[in-house]
């Protein structure tokens, strides 16, 4: 059974398709790839699994449960997080801070116990201290631990938004192009997080990334979008191959 299945998803606004009857599943320990031009649906895509938006028609199911209307935070608990394209940190905190608020539906410690620091909160505590602090030593931001994420730059900021979402220990991880705006080095650090995020923690990965040579080299599947409409599904060789593909989208990375 398919990690995540999304049937015949639709998303309308106003009279404006944004997705029409769009198709496909992710296997559990894959990394699945959405591409498209600029405008495709791509990112309203993410946003419906997540749960920010809510489609016009269709279905979503994750590890075999109908979660279309579930709300976002339920979402979060099952185990599907995101990473955002345009950073949603708190800047005034520190890189360790964010990482615990990350946590935040983890802990099920009460009010009481968590202000009175008794028991069940404090053994707690400590646990997700830890977790956060292997999230650290992973993303190799240990030497920025402590700095507030509004001094820190570009390229690290997008790795700290990596590791809030998987301090969430997602079962899927949603990163909507996480390598835009970087530097190539950045890029390499980041495509090299992704592969380890995949291999290492054994989380099944969901990329929108407009680097075709990222997507060719990391991808296990991809989804094709155009206009909102799926126009190719399959593997990285497939996608190269198709027809449709290269028409409206592979063919002009080419020839631009």
């Not at 997700?128 to 402590?146: C, G, M, N, P, S």
């Not at 997080?193 to 991809?222: A, P, Y």
Request: aromatic content about 8%; overall charge negative.
């Amino acid at each position: 059974m398919p990690l995540l299945e999304v049937e015949n998803l639709s998303l309308h606004f106003g009279g404006v398709a944004a997705l029409n009857e769009v198709s496909f599943h992710i296997e559990e320990g894959e990394i699945f790839s959405l591409i498209g031009p600029n405008g495709a649906g791509k990112t309203s895509m993410l946003n419906c699994i997540s749960g920010l938006y809510h489609p016009s028609q269709g279905s979503i199911k994750f590890d075999g449960r109908e979660i279309t209307h579930m709300k976002s935070y339920k979402r979060t608990e099952l185990g599907i997080a995101r990473a955002f394209q345009n950073i949603e940190l708190f800047k005034n905190m520190t890189v360790l801070e964010n990482l615990m608020l990350g946590r935040h539906v983890r802990m099920k410690s009460g009010v009481l116990s968590g202000g009175f620091y008794w028991g069940l909160a404090q053994k707690e505590e400590i646990e997700h201290r830890k977790a956060v602090e292997d999230i650290i030593d992973f993303l190799e931001i240990e030497h920025y631990r402590d700095q507030p994420v509004g001094m820190l730059s570009y390229g690290l900021q997008k790795r700290v938004e990596v590791g809030r979402a998987l301090a969430l220990d997602p079962k899927i991880l949603l990163l909507d192009e996480p390598m835009a705006g970087m530097n190539s080095e950045e890029k390499e650090d980041m495509a090299r997080f992704v592969i380890e995020i995949h291999e290492e923690r054994k989380t099944t990965v969901v990329l929108i990334e407009h680097d075709m040579g990222v997507v060719m080299d990391l991808s296990d599947h991809i989804a094709v979008l155009d206009f909102g409409k799926l126009i190719g599904f399959g593997t990285p060789s497939e996608i190269q191959q198709n027809p449709k593909v290269i028409e409206a989208y592979l063919g002009e990375e080419q020839t631009g």
